[in-house]
Structure formats: structure tokens, C-alpha cells
């Protein structure tokens, strides 16, 4: 099975031949990346089709931070930042995702014209949140996720992070299927960056095949992440700022579809964007090369002299075989 037949698919959104990128839109102050640029209506709107123009295939609009420590906002507050940025997008033809844990903004945000849920607490933060997303027939993105972040960083403790992820985003999964959403329409999420630490999140991206396990498309959010600051920062050096760490993120983002993520999520799209086409297509010719009828590759030709050359062993026959005699 090729890793693009591997990635699966998500009933109720396109099927993109690679994995897809997900463009991010913060309609908040207090984004740990881009806090408070994007959170003028119409400057996210904007910001939002300006993702699309450089590669993304959707949007995840989210109106309330997750970093450590954030203090959430009230509903009304969610709902105003978020439903106009959504309407105003899904009225260009965007395929746009709302990243919430609130019921009724999801609902609200689908209503206006949102195709995905992305709800970093996998629907254990309200628990209207399932009912409303089957009752929408939407697809419903499962992150793992141990509580809030309020206080700093929950429960990052592990015995062995790949078996104990897999294991309870299984349980979770489990739940929103008992709960009356589709197994066609969840997606799983490592969660990279909630409750864990750097090690952690290296660990879950060198073992996304133990995710694929699952049986459902995979989104990798690494973007601009804490771990990424310490990979660059080295043994003593201080991280970069967060908008210094797109090339590494881009380098997640072509490994993640090497190994067969459906969709990486990003702030800055151009680079994944040409990631992901740069790994479709080697995955493409490695495909190409092992087909049933495909021709053998030839075996290189040997240099003159090489004990294997067609006349090494053959003598008398002028420099070639003088080589080949000795």
C-alpha cells in the first residue's frame, strides 16, 4: 500500500493527492505565535484567503489560545471573533476548519459554513461537543489532550509517551464513535506540545507509523512549537522566537508526509506547501520504480578494470585483458 492510499480519507472534505496543508488563522490577542495580528475581522478574513494564494488546501480558524498558561475567554467572545472570520471565508469557497472546544461555537461556526471541527480536547472539555458534531454529520479532528494549560504544563509525565498517546487517544476515539460521529470522519492529533516536552514530541514524530495504527487520518501540529526552540537552540543557546522556526517546521512537515500524515498544520505555508509537493513527488517515483511491470533498474556498468567488467578476465585481447591477467 502507497503512503498516499495510506493517509485515508475524510468523508465530507476534498481528497487531496498528498498530505494537505492546514493554514492557521489566530483570531486572538494572545497567540503565542502571531497573537493580535490576524484579530481584525477583516484583516483574518484577508490573512486567510492570503494562505490559500500560497498553498494552503484549509484554514483553521480558532478565536481562543491553547499556550501554557492562556486564561480562556468567554463564549460571546469566542463567537464574535470567530463566526464572521468563517462566514467570510467559506463565502470565498475556502474549506475551512474551526479550532474550538465549545459546542455551540463549533455549531455556530459549521452553521456558517465551516466543513471541520478541530477540537484540541477530542470533545472532553464540553461534552456537547460530540452530540453537536454527529448531529452535523462533520468531520471531528481528536487530539490528545490531559486538561487545561492554565498554570503551565499538565500531566507531561510519561512512562513511554508513543504507547501511553496511542493508547489514550484509542480510548477517545473509542468514545466519539460511541458518541454517533462517523469512523470515516475522525481525524487523530499526537497533540504535540499539550502536557509534553520536547523528548516527548521528538519521540511521537519518530513513531507516527504506532498512529497510523489507529485506523484514522493523522494531523501533525508542529508548527512553530516549543520543541522546535530547543532543537535550534542547541545544548546552551536560547530558542529562537517563534517566527524564526518555520524552515525547521517545514522540515516536520515533509518528514510527517513522508511518513504518511494526511495534513500538517502551519502558520506559514509557502515552505510546507512546497514540502509536501517535493515529498508527494519523490514518493511518487518510488512508487513508479517498484510497480508490478515496472522495468528493473540496470545494474551499473562496471569501470574499466573492475574485476566484474565484461572483459577483466578475458586475455590477450589488448589493455583489458593485460588488466585482467594480473
Request: charged share 25%; with cysteine; glycine share 12%.
Amino acid at each position: 500500500m502507497s503512503k498516499q492510499s495510506g493517509r485515508g480519507r475524510v468523508v465530507g472534505l476534498p481528497e487531496w493527492d498528498r498530505c494537505a496543508v492546514m493554514g492557521v488563522v489566530n483570531v486572538t490577542p494572545d497567540s503565542f505565535s502571531d497573537g493580535g495580528r490576524w484579530f481584525d475581522t477583516t484583516a483574518a478574513v484577508k490573512h486567510g484567503l492570503q494562505l490559500v494564494a500560497e498553498g494552503a488546501d484549509l484554514v483553521d480558524v480558532g478565536g481562543e489560545s491553547t499556550r501554557p498558561g492562556a486564561s480562556r475567554v468567554d463564549e460571546d467572545e469566542e463567537l464574535r471573533r470567530v463566526v464572521p472570520v468563517v462566514r467570510g471565508l467559506a463565502s470565498e469557497g475556502v474549506v475551512v476548519s474551526v479550532d474550538t472546544m465549545r459546542a455551540h461555537v463549533a455549531a455556530q461556526a459549521l452553521a456558517a459554513g465551516a466543513a471541520l471541527v478541530n477540537d484540541v480536547s477530542g470533545g472532553l472539555a464540553d461534552p456537547g461537543m460530540i452530540p453537536a458534531v454527529a448531529d452535523a454529520g462533520a468531520p471531528f479532528v481528536v487530539m490528545h489532550w490531559r486538561g487545561f494549560l492554565e498554570g503551565g504544563n499538565v500531566r507531561g509525565v510519561y512512562a513511554d509517551v508513543v504507547a501511553e498517546v496511542v493508547d489514550e487517544l484509542h480510548a477517545r476515539v473509542e468514545a466519539v464513535l460511541a458518541g454517533g460521529i462517523s469512523p470515516d470522519r475522525v481525524v487523530v492529533d499526537p497533540g504535540l506540545g499539550f502536557s509534553k516536552e520536547a523528548d516527548h514530541d521528538l519521540s511521537l514524530l519518530a513513531h507516527l507509523d504506532r498512529l497510523h495504527a489507529l485506523g484514522h487520518p493523522l494531523l501533525v501540529a508542529a508548527s512553530r512549537k516549543r520543541f522546535l526552540g530547543r532543537v535550534l537552540a542547541g545544548p546552551e543557546g536560547a530558542p529562537p522566537p517563534a517566527r524564526e522556526r518555520d524552515a525547521a517546521t517545514a522540515a516536520v512537515s515533509a518528514l510527517a508526509a513522508e511518513a504518511g500524515a494526511w495534513a500538517v498544520r502551519v502558520h506559514e505555508v509557502r515552505a510546507t506547501a512546497d514540502a509536501v509537493r517535493v515529498a508527494r513527488a519523490v514518493e511518487g517515483a518510488r512508487e513508479e520504480a517498484i510497480a508490478p511491470g515496472a522495468d528493473a533498474p540496470r545494474p551499473a556498468r562496471p569501470a574499466p578494470g573492475d574485476p566484474a567488467a565484461p572483459d577483466a578476465h578475458r586475455g590477450g585481447h589488448g589493455p583489458s585483458g593485460a588488466e585482467g591477467a594480473r
